[in-house]
């Protein structure tokens, strides 16, 4: 039984460049949650996806989209990248969209470095 | 900012010992959850407690809430080489359903 699947592990981008990166959840899953965690900090939710639209979104500018597609998997995209997006992205599934109460389970992450 | 704060941010303590980590919110909630973190990698779910539960167990692990205070406990018994990691709690607040981490305690289960 496949976990949630990353990719890629890690990415390096220079200052205003664009980046996708993608998730597959958990097989079962139908829900998909993006956190930023930076070095030293707890995971921020950024947004989840469930139905194929954006439910729920937590304090993040417009340079960060995403998409969910028919097979439930999904992508981040973040556009014009700053220093400060360096971080560690993590990808979330769980069943049935429900906001943030269900339980999530989490990829092993795409290392960002932004130079 | 982020809702939940850890305590402490950092603990060591030898094998065998019972290691306690403490997690303060400020506002209502819809349940808690406890997570585990190997060295900047996934995080992995441990435990959920909901608002109108008290205490949870889990094999070594037992966890409290008291929504009176705003406060959470999580404690390992007979901890093992292998707890060593991050560990958070997460609150999943009332009025908008949304998940905000704490910072972690990172903890060091010494040989």
């Known amino acids: 039984d496949a976990g949630v699947t990353q990719s890629p592990t890690h990415l390096i981008k220079t200052r205003g460049q664009q980046v996708t990166l993608r998730c597959s959840p958990k097989?079962?899953?139908?829900?998909v949650s993006w956190y930023q965690q930076a070095l030293g900090q707890g995971p921020q939710f950024i947004f989840q996806?469930?139905?194929?639209?954006?439910?729920q979104r937590g304090n993040f500018p417009d340079r960060f989209s995403g998409h969910q597609f028919p097979n439930y998997s999904s992508e981040l995209n973040v556009n014009a990248l700053l220093l400060g997006d360096s971080a560690l992205y993590l990808c979330?599934?769980?069943?049935?969209?429900?906001?943030?109460?269900?339980?999530?389970?989490f990829g092993a992450g795409t290392r960002l470095s932004v130079l | 900012s982020q809702q939940g704060e850890e305590d402490p941010q950092a603990l060591s303590i030898q094998e065998g010992e019972n290691a306690t980590m403490n997690c303060s919110y400020k506002t209502s909630i819809n349940n808690l959850q406890w997570y585990r973190q190997n060295s900047g990698r996934g995080l992995v779910h441990l435990i959920l407690?909901?608002?109108?539960?008290r205490e949870k167990h889990s094999g070594r692990l037992r966890v409290t809430l008291d929504t009176s205070k705003k406060s959470s406990s999580l404690l390992i018994t007979a901890s093992r080489a292998a707890d060593t990691a991050s560990y958070f709690c997460?609150?999943?607040?009332?009025?908008?359903?949304?998940?905000?981490f704490g910072k972690g305690t990172r903890l060091h289960i010494l040989p």
């Open positions: 997460a609150t999943v607040r009332n009025r908008d359903d949304k998940i905000i």
């Open positions: 407690i909901r608002s109108n539960e």
């Open positions: 979330a599934s769980s069943l049935g969209g429900g906001g943030a109460g269900n339980i999530q389970y």
């Open positions: 996806y469930y139905e194929e639209e954006e439910r």
């Open positions: 097989s079962g899953h139908d829900t």
